[in-house]
Protein backbone atom coordinates (compact mmCIF):
# COMPACT_ATOMS: atom_id res chain seq x y z
CA UNK A 1 0.00 0.00 0.00
CA UNK A 2 1.10 3.32 -0.99
CA UNK A 3 2.23 6.06 2.23
CA UNK A 4 -0.35 8.95 2.46
CA UNK A 5 0.67 11.91 0.61
CA UNK A 6 0.96 14.19 3.84
CA UNK A 7 3.32 11.54 5.42
CA UNK A 8 5.62 11.35 2.48
CA UNK A 9 5.41 15.31 2.28
CA UNK A 10 6.37 15.59 6.02
CA UNK A 11 9.53 12.92 5.47
CA UNK A 12 10.76 15.58 2.91
CA UNK A 13 10.45 18.69 5.58
CA UNK A 14 13.44 19.87 7.11
CA UNK A 15 13.79 19.38 10.95
CA UNK A 16 13.16 22.83 11.66
CA UNK A 17 9.69 22.92 10.07
CA UNK A 18 8.92 19.42 11.38
CA UNK A 19 9.91 21.25 15.14
CA UNK A 20 7.43 24.57 13.97
CA UNK A 21 4.77 22.13 12.69
CA UNK A 22 4.59 20.08 16.02
CA UNK A 23 3.19 23.43 17.49
CA UNK A 24 1.87 23.80 21.45
CA UNK A 25 -0.56 22.80 24.23
CA UNK A 26 -1.80 19.88 25.30
CA UNK A 27 -4.19 19.15 22.48
CA UNK A 28 -2.32 17.41 19.08
CA UNK A 29 -4.11 18.45 15.86
CA UNK A 30 -3.65 15.05 13.42
CA UNK A 31 -0.88 16.97 11.44
CA UNK A 32 0.73 18.03 14.26
CA UNK A 33 1.06 14.55 15.62
CA UNK A 34 2.73 13.33 12.65
CA UNK A 35 5.30 15.99 12.68
CA UNK A 36 6.45 15.40 16.32
CA UNK A 37 6.15 11.39 14.97
CA UNK A 38 8.24 11.95 11.84
CA UNK A 39 11.18 13.86 14.27
CA UNK A 40 10.57 11.16 16.71
CA UNK A 41 11.72 8.63 13.71
CA UNK A 42 14.93 10.25 12.79
CA UNK A 43 15.96 10.81 16.14
CA UNK A 44 14.50 8.15 18.75
CA UNK A 45 17.15 5.48 18.23
CA UNK A 46 19.85 8.24 18.99
CA UNK A 47 17.76 9.19 22.42
CA UNK A 48 17.58 5.44 22.90
CA UNK A 49 21.01 4.33 22.85
CA UNK A 50 22.31 7.71 25.04
CA UNK A 51 19.42 7.27 27.24
CA UNK A 52 20.48 3.49 27.51
CA UNK A 53 24.12 3.84 27.85
CA UNK A 54 24.05 6.89 30.29
CA UNK A 55 20.93 5.69 32.45
CA UNK A 56 20.43 1.96 32.33
CA UNK A 57 20.61 1.35 35.80
CA UNK A 58 16.90 3.20 35.81
CA UNK A 59 15.61 1.60 32.64
CA UNK A 60 16.18 -1.39 33.11
CA UNK A 61 14.39 -2.49 30.03
CA UNK A 62 13.59 -2.09 26.26
CA UNK A 63 10.00 -0.90 27.45
CA UNK A 64 11.00 0.96 30.14
CA UNK A 65 13.30 3.15 27.84
CA UNK A 66 11.02 2.90 24.96
CA UNK A 67 8.67 4.72 27.45
CA UNK A 68 11.38 7.01 28.87
CA UNK A 69 12.35 7.96 24.99
CA UNK A 70 8.64 8.88 24.22
CA UNK A 71 8.61 11.18 27.68
CA UNK A 72 12.08 12.79 26.57
CA UNK A 73 9.95 14.12 22.74
CA UNK A 74 6.83 14.96 24.97
CA UNK A 75 8.92 17.49 27.19
CA UNK A 76 11.13 18.51 23.97
CA UNK A 77 7.34 19.56 22.36
CA UNK A 78 6.67 22.11 25.65
CA UNK A 79 9.96 23.58 24.82
CA UNK A 80 10.48 23.50 21.36
CA UNK A 81 8.69 27.07 20.80
CA UNK A 82 12.37 28.11 22.32
CA UNK A 83 14.08 26.22 19.90
CA UNK A 84 16.24 28.65 17.93
CA UNK A 85 17.92 26.91 14.91
CA UNK A 86 20.04 30.44 14.61
CA UNK A 87 22.41 29.16 17.13
CA UNK A 88 23.99 26.95 14.69
CA UNK A 89 26.38 28.73 12.52
CA UNK A 90 25.41 26.56 9.45
CA UNK A 91 22.16 24.76 8.47
CA UNK A 92 24.16 21.29 8.73
CA UNK A 93 24.87 21.49 11.98
CA UNK A 94 20.77 22.02 13.17
CA UNK A 95 20.82 18.17 13.49
CA UNK A 96 23.72 18.09 16.39
CA UNK A 97 22.01 21.25 17.96
CA UNK A 98 18.55 18.84 18.38
CA UNK A 99 20.28 15.90 19.40
CA UNK A 100 21.92 18.13 22.13
CA UNK A 101 18.51 19.50 22.83
CA UNK A 102 17.14 15.71 23.27
CA UNK A 103 20.00 14.88 25.41
CA UNK A 104 19.41 17.99 27.88
CA UNK A 105 15.83 16.86 27.86
CA UNK A 106 16.83 13.21 29.30
CA UNK A 107 19.04 14.02 31.57
CA UNK A 108 16.22 16.35 33.05
CA UNK A 109 13.72 13.40 32.94
CA UNK A 110 16.27 10.95 34.21
CA UNK A 111 17.55 13.53 37.25
CA UNK A 112 13.33 13.79 37.64
CA UNK A 113 12.89 9.69 37.69
CA UNK A 114 15.98 9.20 40.22
CA UNK A 115 14.51 11.74 42.80
CA UNK A 116 11.13 10.21 41.90
CA UNK A 117 12.93 6.76 43.16
CA UNK A 118 14.52 7.80 46.03
CA UNK A 119 11.64 9.44 47.80
CA UNK A 120 8.03 10.14 46.87
CA UNK A 121 8.67 13.66 48.91
CA UNK A 122 11.40 14.68 47.18
CA UNK A 123 10.04 14.76 44.18
CA UNK A 124 8.30 17.84 45.27
CA UNK A 125 11.50 19.41 44.17
CA UNK A 126 11.44 18.53 40.34
CA UNK A 127 14.54 20.22 40.58
CA UNK A 128 12.22 23.10 39.67
CA UNK A 129 12.75 26.32 41.26
CA UNK A 130 9.12 26.42 41.37
CA UNK A 131 8.86 24.36 44.13
CA UNK A 132 11.64 25.82 46.52
CA UNK A 133 10.92 26.38 49.25
CA UNK A 134 8.66 24.46 49.63
CA UNK A 135 7.12 25.74 53.25
CA UNK A 136 3.72 23.46 52.96
CA UNK A 137 5.96 20.19 53.07
CA UNK A 138 4.77 18.16 56.60
CA UNK A 139 7.29 15.52 55.79
CA UNK A 140 10.94 16.09 54.26
CA UNK A 141 13.06 13.10 53.78
CA UNK A 142 16.83 13.71 53.92
CA UNK A 143 17.15 13.05 50.23
CA UNK A 144 14.70 16.06 49.54
CA UNK A 145 16.70 17.58 52.45
CA UNK A 146 19.95 17.32 50.36
CA UNK A 147 18.13 18.52 47.00
CA UNK A 148 17.34 21.60 48.77
CA UNK A 149 20.47 21.94 50.49
CA UNK A 150 22.18 21.54 46.90
CA UNK A 151 19.64 23.90 45.22
CA UNK A 152 20.52 26.84 48.27
CA UNK A 153 24.24 26.28 47.29
CA UNK A 154 23.54 27.13 43.49
CA UNK A 155 21.68 30.00 44.32
CA UNK A 156 23.84 30.85 46.88
CA UNK A 157 26.63 31.38 44.00
CA UNK A 158 24.47 32.80 41.33
CA UNK A 159 24.83 36.50 40.93
CA UNK A 160 22.74 38.54 42.76
CA UNK A 161 20.29 39.70 39.65
CA UNK A 162 19.87 35.95 38.73
CA UNK A 163 19.30 35.13 42.46
CA UNK A 164 16.75 37.92 43.13
CA UNK A 165 15.12 37.48 39.43
CA UNK A 166 14.71 33.41 40.24
CA UNK A 167 13.35 34.04 44.13
CA UNK A 168 10.98 36.45 43.20
CA UNK A 169 9.24 34.76 40.24
CA UNK A 170 8.77 31.30 42.50
CA UNK A 171 6.33 32.57 44.19
CA UNK A 172 4.47 33.46 41.43
CA UNK A 173 4.14 29.80 39.41
CA UNK A 174 1.13 28.70 37.93
CA UNK A 175 1.38 24.83 37.59
CA UNK A 176 -1.13 24.56 35.36
CA UNK A 177 -0.36 26.04 32.82
CA UNK A 178 3.56 26.29 33.90
CA UNK A 179 4.11 29.55 33.61
CA UNK A 180 5.27 32.27 36.06
CA UNK A 181 2.42 35.26 36.19
CA UNK A 182 4.08 38.01 37.99
CA UNK A 183 1.73 41.26 38.51
CA UNK A 184 2.91 43.97 35.95
CA UNK A 185 4.45 45.80 38.73
CA UNK A 186 6.84 42.89 40.17
CA UNK A 187 8.16 42.60 36.98
CA UNK A 188 8.44 46.73 36.06
CA UNK A 189 10.25 46.86 39.75
CA UNK A 190 12.76 43.73 38.44
CA UNK A 191 13.37 45.34 35.46
CA UNK A 192 14.39 48.64 37.04
CA UNK A 193 16.58 47.64 39.55
CA UNK A 194 18.65 45.28 37.43
CA UNK A 195 18.16 47.52 34.16
CA UNK A 196 16.11 44.66 32.29
CA UNK A 197 15.07 46.77 28.96
CA UNK A 198 11.32 45.04 28.90
CA UNK A 199 9.20 42.62 30.16
CA UNK A 200 9.52 39.86 27.57
CA UNK A 201 13.49 40.27 28.21
CA UNK A 202 12.69 39.92 32.00
CA UNK A 203 10.96 36.32 31.14
CA UNK A 204 13.89 35.31 28.40
CA UNK A 205 16.43 36.05 31.17
CA UNK A 206 14.22 34.05 33.45
CA UNK A 207 14.25 30.87 31.37
CA UNK A 208 17.76 30.86 30.50
CA UNK A 209 18.45 31.46 34.36
CA UNK A 210 16.61 28.42 35.15
CA UNK A 211 18.10 26.21 32.81
CA UNK A 212 21.32 27.04 34.54
CA UNK A 213 19.98 25.87 37.27
CA UNK A 214 18.63 22.57 36.17
CA UNK A 215 22.14 21.92 34.73
CA UNK A 216 23.80 23.04 37.70
CA UNK A 217 21.33 20.94 39.74
CA UNK A 218 21.95 17.89 37.61
CA UNK A 219 25.93 17.97 37.55
CA UNK A 220 25.79 18.54 41.54
CA UNK A 221 23.37 15.08 41.95
CA UNK A 222 25.82 13.12 39.32
CA UNK A 223 28.99 13.94 40.96
Not at 8 to 23: C, F, H, N, Q, T
Not at 72 to 92: C, L, M, N, T
Request: glycine share 4%.
Amino acid sequence: MDEEPDLVKLRSLPDVALIKGMGRGERFTARQRRCLAELYRRYADGVYAYSKRKYGTILKTSDEAQSFVGNVFVEFRKGAHRFDSRIAKKPEEIPKLIKCWLKKKADWLAMATLVTEENVSARQTEIDLSRVPSPQASRRSPQFLAVLHRMRGILHRMPAKARDVLLTSAGFRDYESEQFNLPEDVQDDLCKKWGIPSRNALSQYRLRQIDLLKDALMQARVA
